[in-house]
C-alpha cells in the first residue's frame, strides 16, 4: 500500500472516473456531498466543487456538478410584502391547550 505522502493527487470530473469508482464515491456518501463539498475559487472568477476520494494509490478531488441558482425567481417578489395570513386572526383567537401559554399571561 502506498504511504499517504507517495500517493498522486489527482482533480477529475465525476463523469470521468470507471463507474465502479462512481459507485464507491456514492456508497461513500450515501447522504449526499453538501457536508463534505469544498469549493475551489479559479483566477479567471470561475468556480468549481470537490469531495475527496481516495484509492490505494491515489488521492482524488472529485469535481462534483452543482447547480447554482442565481436567478431571482420573479413569482416570489413582494412574497413577503403583505403580512395578513388568510385565517391569522381565527387562529390567535383560539385558546391555546398549552398550561405554559397560561402562566405566561
Do not use: C, W
Not at 30 to 43: A, I, T
Not at 53 to 80: R, S
Amino acid at each position: 500500500m502506498a504511504t499517504e505522502n507517495s500517493k498522486r493527487r489527482l482533480i477529475t470530473s465525476f463523469h470521468n472516473l470507471t463507474p465502479e469508482q462512481q459507485a464507491e464515491v456514492r456508497a461513500l456518501y450515501p447522504l449526499g456531498f453538501g457536508e463534505v463539498m469544498m469549493r475551489y475559487d479559479k483566477p479567471d472568477g470561475t468556480f468549481f466543487y470537490t469531495v475527496p476520494y481516495e484509492t490505494e494509490d491515489t488521492y482524488y478531488m472529485v469535481k462534483i456538478d452543482v447547480k447554482v441558482d442565481d436567478v431571482q425567481d420573479d413569482d416570489n417578489d413582494g412574497y413577503y410584502e403583505d403580512d395578513d395570513l388568510k385565517g391569522a386572526d381565527e387562529f390567535a383567537d383560539t385558546p391555546s391547550d398549552d398550561p405554559a401559554d397560561e402562566d405566561s399571561m
